[in-house]
């Protein structure tokens, strides 16, 4: 089966640094995306990996292993409206999105 | 409006009733999705519309659950017989271009959140 592993809960100090991960096993790979999704708000999109490597984009970095299976979300100097919930999302062979039941972070003054 | 619209925005009713969402997609999008999100599980897909194609209806759970997409903008996703079990928020999406599309970035509603009794 398909499978999207990260973990359901991280907290955080403000201004600080912190690195939620997801691994994946599916069948076929075509892109890895990252959204956040502020309680009862809708999902919108962060970051976008397709080929291996970092992909930065202000305080938010994407990070993709292929051979792995395995991607991370960085995010740098925390600030309180990052508290949300992070998900994951791969693309696999039919281009049918599997997601992870996502990382609540939890920011802390 | 600039975003994907659904509507209502909460629902709450009775077990063995009939129940529809409405989703309102970013004009000229062709490409159209439900999902079920369950406290603690991962986004579930349900069914996917690209413009005049057959709808991807694998996800659907199970046949009390059908959607349509008319003029290719809105769709209504028709949940017959509620069950308890079907309480769930229903996120719609829409995107630009196909689910095939390179970097395919998938645009939300904010959901509607359904009770069953």
């Known amino acids: 089966g398909q499978n999207i592993d990260q973990p359901t809960e991280m907290t955080a100090t403000e201004g600080a640094i912190v690195q939620i991960n997801c691994t994946y096993q599916?069948?076929?790979?075509?892109?890895l995306f990252w959204y956040q999704q502020h309680a009862g708000e809708a999902p919108t999109f962060l970051s976008y990996?397709?080929l291996d490597g970092l992909e930065e984009k202000g305080r938010f970095s994407s990070f993709l292993s292929r051979s792995k299976g395995y991607s991370y979300l960085l995010l740098k100097e925390l600030q309180m409206k990052d508290s949300a919930s992070y998900l994951c999302?791969?693309?696999?062979?039919?281009?049918?999105?599997?997601w992870g039941a996502g990382t609540k972070l939890i920011i802390k003054p | 409006g600039a975003g994907v619209s659904q509507s209502p925005s909460n629902k709450v009713t009775e077990k063995g009733k009939d129940v529809e969402l409405r989703c309102d997609p970013i004009s000229g999008h062709t490409a159209l999705y439900w999902y079920r999100q369950s406290l603690g599980q991962g986004l579930e897909f349900l069914i996917y519309?690209?413009?005049?194609?057959?709808?991807?209806k694998s996800g659907l759970p199970s046949d009390r659950f059908s959607a349509e997409r008319t003029g290719g903008s809105v769709s209504t996703l028709t949940i017959q017989r509620t069950q308890q079990e079907d309480s769930a928020v229903y996120l719609c999406?829409?995107?630009?271009?196909?689910?095939?599309?390179?970097?395919?970035?998938?645009?939300f509603g904010a959901g509607t959140r359904l009770s069953v009794l």
């Open positions: 999302a791969v693309r696999d062979s039919n281009y049918q999105l599997i």
């Open positions: 990996n397709v």
């Open positions: 999406a829409s995107s630009l271009a196909g689910r095939e599309g390179p970097k395919n970035i998938q645009y």
């Open positions: 519309f690209q413009g005049n194609s057959a709808p991807d």
């Open positions: 599916t069948s076929g790979f075509n892109g």
